[in-house]
């Protein structure tokens, strides 16, 4: 089993900035992929963004591309996402995820069901 806590979101201008945390705890020496996934009221969850257990691949959505940075500190069992540039349609409660998986280079992929553990979530507002 794997507990999964959130921090970092809030209230921020357009064009601001957030980094976002995700604490892990349980039995985290197992290679776990991690993801980033938010859902905006009325819709669906989406993929935001994965990285490798080894930390040397990530996989972005087209909307976040080059605003977002996913990363992991291991020996923190935490894993962040840096938010530059935010937007309006940025608002949203962002979840990380994880997933077991054999190998250290494996991403845990973009689609929820991929995912074997969730936090409880951390809302994130863009003002306009």
């Known amino acids: 089993q794997v507990q999964l806590v959130e921090s970092g979101g809030g209230l921020v201008e357009a064009g601001g900035s957030l980094r976002l945390s995700c604490a892990a705890s349980g039995r985290t020496f197992t290679p776990y992929a991690m993801g980033w996934f938010r859902q905006a009221p009325g819709k669906e969850r989406e993929f935001v963004a994965d990285i490798t257990w080894g930390g040397a691949r990530t996989t972005y959505a087209d909307s976040v591309k080059g605003r977002f940075t996913i990363s992991r500190d291991n020996a923190k069992n935490t894993v962040y996402l840096q938010m530059n540039s935010l937007k309006p349609e940025d608002t949203a409660v962002y979840y990380c995820?994880?997933?077991?998986?054999?190998?250290?280079?494996?991403?845990?992929?973009?689609?929820?069901?991929?995912?074997?553990?969730w936090g409880q979530g951390t809302q994130v507002t863009v003002s306009s």
């Open positions: 995820a994880a997933v077991k998986r054999s190998g250290s280079n494996t991403l845990g992929g973009p689609r929820p069901y991929e995912y074997d553990y």
